[in-house]
């Protein structure tokens, strides 16, 4: 290929990541490219998490921790100055604030605005944004062909895979509810039209950041019926809160990497009873050890992963994913004027009744609500990907699952990994899609690493990198 011919990259997603990783290209790129941004079912740059229409919905992580950019860490505070109900808000309040989760899509918006299609008169980097669902990909020496499912067919040298959060695993008995009134299925597209008028009863499969979505946005829209949510351990989300200082941990002189599963859940127990006792709050070691997960999951055996998985990973998702505390006190509310109850239970199956919904538990009365919402978290079982295009590439042997079955395997520098273990000529992945190798790869302070690495990998400007440091998240 001519230098001035523009190497074609086609990046499958257009949420945060498959939007940030063009934008870094375009920023880093010494020669030509051309991009191509596949997404469907939400516009460009929002993805799941930022493509809600709703202004209840607030971001989880404080705003001086959300920028797009790794190098400019106060990228998400200046561009909020733009705004007129931020200008002048004090910026220590500003900082600490939880932005709703629209503008922080109005923002990625911008971003994909400024550098990708305000230049349009660049030769340099052209994008293409190209609305439909990929559902194969084919390589040989050449290049590859990415098979929409319009019958459109894209000829790129290099594929990026950014298909982000899946909605959640099918449960028991919903595969007869497909077509029901009472069912959602997937609670990250609008379910608002089908709520039941006068009151009535929702029941929510799962007690996660999607069913604490369900619950803010029930009370903003002043619907006055009952609501249960339902899972295993009927565990809430907590609060952020403002930690103390905790030198304590991590031990001086103790590598948390070389550490291994017991021996570091023993040291974590025993300081978060410290914590106890001095009436603090013990989240504040999950916090302190943000810094260090990346490189403990990498260091931990599969037999320890999958442990950590089975036994530790409910309690450790409840303490790290914590809301905005007001947020927090709406769901208190609800819970304390009857309107929210917990169960706690496993979820066998759900069928219908009637134009209502049945939800089976392993033990007390089966539940019965006018809608029915699976909010039990992305599915996570790679093999039993629901996506056509993820299915179709594991056929054809040019992905394969990670050790633990939670996403693609990938090599330092983000490209795929082939089921022989040689790295890829044509692919590269990131994003929530690396669950099973990185473990933390879900938020805006990790995926804003991932997006420039796997630019300058592209590029082949590709430096060896630590992970990046997770800012200390007092009151995050
Ligand atoms: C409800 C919710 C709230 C969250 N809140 C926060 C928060 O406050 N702060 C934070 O840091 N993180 C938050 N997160 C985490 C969030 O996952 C990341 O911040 C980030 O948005 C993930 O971006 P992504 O691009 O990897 O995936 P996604 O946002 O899931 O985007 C993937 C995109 O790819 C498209 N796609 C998938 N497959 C195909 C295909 N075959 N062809 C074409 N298009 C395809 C999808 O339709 C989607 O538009 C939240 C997540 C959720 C689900």
Known sequence: MSESTPTRIAIIGGGFSGVMTAVNLARLA?????????????????????????????????????????????????????????????????????????????????????????????????????????????????????????????????????????????????????EHAGWIGNPWLPWHEKLPTGGGTIILLGTGLTTIDAVITLRAMGWQGEVHAVSRHGWLPKSHFRGIEYADFPPVGIDLAALGLKELAALMQAHCARLREVEANPAIIVDKLRPYTQRIWANFSVEERLTFAQNYAARWNVLRHRIAPEIHAQVASAQLTGQL???????????????????????????????????????????????????????????????????????????????????????????????????ETIAVPELRGQARRVAETLLQQTVRHEPEPVMMEFMI
């Not at 459109?152 to 919903?174: D, F, I």
């Open 30 to 178: 010494k020669r030509p490219l051309h991009l191509l941004i596949i997404n469907h079912q939400r516009p460009t740059g929002r993805g799941v998490a930022y493509g809600t229409r709703r202004m209840e919905h607030l971001l989880n992580v404080a705003a001086r921790n959300m920028s797009a950019f790794p190098d400019q860490p106060d990228h998400f505070l200046q561009w909020l100055r733009s705004r007129s109900e931020y200008d002048d808000m004090p910026e220590r309040e500003l900082r600490e604030k939880f932005i709703p989760r629209m503008i922080y899509g109005d923002y990625l918006r911008s971003i994909l605005h400024n550098h990708l299609q305000a230049n349009r008169a660049d030769t340099r980097v052209q994008t293409e944004f190209v609305e439909g669902e990929a559902v194969d990909v084919e390589v040989d020496e050449k290049g590859a062909l990415v098979y929409l499912r319009n019958g459109a067919q894209l000829e790129v040298n290099r594929v990026v895979l950014a298909t982000g959060n899946e909605a959640p695993a099918e449960m028991a008995g919903a595969e007869t509810l497909h």
């Open 341 to 439: 109850t917990i169960h706690a239970a496993r979820i066998e199956r759900v069928e219908a009744a009637g134009a209502r919904v049945r939800v089976h538990r392993d033990h007390g009365a089966p539940l019965e609500g006018d809608l029915v919402i699976n909010a039990t978290g992305p599915q996570t079982r790679f093999s039993a990907t629901r996506s056509l295009l993820l299915q179709n590439l594991l056929r054809r042997g040019i992905i394969a699952s990670d050790a633990m079955d939670m996403g693609v395997s990938v090599d330092e520098d983000h490209i795929a990994l082939l089921p022989d273990g040689s790295r890829s000529q044509h692919l590269l992945a990131l994003g929530p899609l690396l669950r099973g190798t990185l473990w």
